[in-house]
């Protein structure tokens, strides 16, 4: 497991924030695609906005954990052990994969993710895009301006490379994914955070 080297933007990445390229190889990515391309996708709909990207859920569904759990396919299950392996955790602490298709042009805004959910363990597959960081910030009221904020790390996720959030780079910060150029497709393991209902 490989730390982020210098950024274009601060000195070092947020703490808990960890890169590897070349997880997979050629061959894996090919196969990969080939199963993730036959999954049912769905949108998605998030504060009442529907994503240019499309989503398929298993294990828990990242909105409602109290969702009865969807089995994890065969490619999924394997993936996940070897990606737990990858991040120094069982497998068995991984709750749910979401598998994203990203259509040329589709973004992620700024975000940190449901608070129920622990670390994120990310695979990209297809195309590389940006990955964005900047320090995370309660939403101000209503009647106070908001002051511009700025990404402050950026990591660019290569094909066949695997990515860890965790730490202080999970729950200080938020991250966003800009306008891909081309198709790709990302595999996101999450693990419960500690204290959740069935964590």
Not at 56 to 64: C, E, I, K, S, T
Not at 102 to 116: E, F, L, V
Not at 123 to 151: K, T
């Amino acid at each position: 497991m490989k730390t982020p080297g210098p950024s274009l933007f601060d000195d070092e990445f947020p703490d808990g924030c960890q890169y590897e390229p070349d997880f997979l190889a050629s061959a894996e990515e090919a196969r990969l695609i080939e199963s993730v391309s036959a999954v049912e996708f769905s949108d998605f709909e998030m504060h009442g906005a529907v994503a240019r990207r499309r989503v398929a859920f298993f294990g828990l569904a990242y909105d409602r954990p109290d969702r009865p759990a969807r089995p994890f396919p065969a490619f999924l299950s394997a993936l996940r052990t070897r990606a737990a392996t990858w991040a120094g955790i069982d497998d068995d602490a991984i709750a749910m994969a979401l598998i994203n298709e990203y259509p040329p042009g589709a973004p992620i805004g700024w975000h940190r993710d449901a608070p129920q959910y622990g670390i994120v363990i990310g695979i990209s597959l297809g195309s590389a895009c940006r990955l964005r960081f900047r320090p995370y910030r309660r939403a101000s009221p209503a009647s106070v301006p908001a002051a511009p904020r700025r990404a402050t790390h950026e990591l660019t996720l290569l094909p066949r490379s695997i990515y860890l959030i965790a730490g202080p780079a999970r729950t200080a910060f938020e991250h966003s994914i800009p306008p891909v150029a081309a198709h790709r497709y990302s595999i996101t393991f999450r693990t419960l955070a500690r204290g959740s209902a069935d964590g």
